[in-house]
């Protein structure tokens, strides 16, 4: 069965600084892997994902992913944190082999701090 | 492009009542799913319907919900009779398809809150 672990339920990290959001999964077959955010009263938005080529992804608003294969990880990552950037951030993955659901991490909140 | 549309945003109602959403996906989306985000939790699958036939409803709890989408367009989920564990937000989402590739869209969801 697919799982996925956000280790921190919270990141705190100043403004300008650079920002990791933690992320590791385990699928039976190859990963398909998403980040999304989630603002207070809002939906989900999309970030980046990954399927397949360059380890680093890079997606919306100056975020990046790097996949791990050996450490089976996809941590999120910033250069420099904005206040703007303070939510809640899900990691999510499918085997790419079947059609199974999409299955999310319990989320990481991140608050940046001016 | 418009987005996922819900609702209502937000539901009170006590424990054996009855309630029902309401997903507007986006035009052209095939494929529309039903999450529960319970508080702490991430989203998890509840139904997922492509067009108007039912893909996945293997973690429906199907004695006391339900859902259709009669004409492969909106959507509604019912509960009936609510319990207190029922307490979530219901996140609807769609897709262009239901392959793997395709991405996932969500709608602001609607926050139940049974007393």
């Known amino acids: 069965a697919q799982s996925v672990a956000q280790p921190e339920d919270q990141v705190n990290v100043a403004e300008g600084n650079p920002l990791t959001v933690k992320c590791t999964y385990s699928v039976s077959g190859n990963p398909y892997l998403f980040w999304y955010v989630q603002y207070p009263n809002r939906g989900l938005q999309f970030l980046l994902k990954y399927i397949t080529g360059d380890n680093l992804v890079k997606g919306s608003y100056g975020f990046e992913a790097e996949f791990n294969k050996s450490q089976t990880s996809f941590h999120l990552k910033k250069p420099s944190a904005l206040v703007s950037d303070s939510a809640l951030y899900f990691c999510a993955v499918r085997d790419l082999g079947g059609n199974t659901p999409l299955v999310f991490g319990k989320g990481t909140r991140l608050s940046v701090i001016a | 492009e418009a987005g996922v549309a819900q609702s209502p945003r937000y539901k009170i109602i006590e424990k054996r009542q009855s309630v029902a959403f309401w997903c507007n996906p986006i035009?052209?989306?095939?494929?529309l799913y039903w999450y529960q985000q319970i508080l702490g939790q991430g989203p998890k699958l509840l139904i997922q319907?492509?067009?108007?036939?039912?893909?996945?409803d293997s973690q429906l709890p199907k004695d006391r919900f339900s859902a259709e989408r009669l004409k492969g367009v909106d959507s509604t989920l019912k509960i009936q009779p609510a319990k207190l564990e029922d307490s979530a937000v219901y996140l609807c989402?769609?897709?262009?398809?239901?392959?793997?590739?395709?991405?996932?869209?969500f709608g602001p969801g609607t926050r139940l809150t049974v007393t």
């Open positions: 035009s052209g989306h095939a494929t």
């Open positions: 989402a769609s897709s262009l398809g239901q392959g793997r590739f395709y991405e996932q869209y």
């Open positions: 319907f492509q067009n108007n036939g039912v893909v996945d």
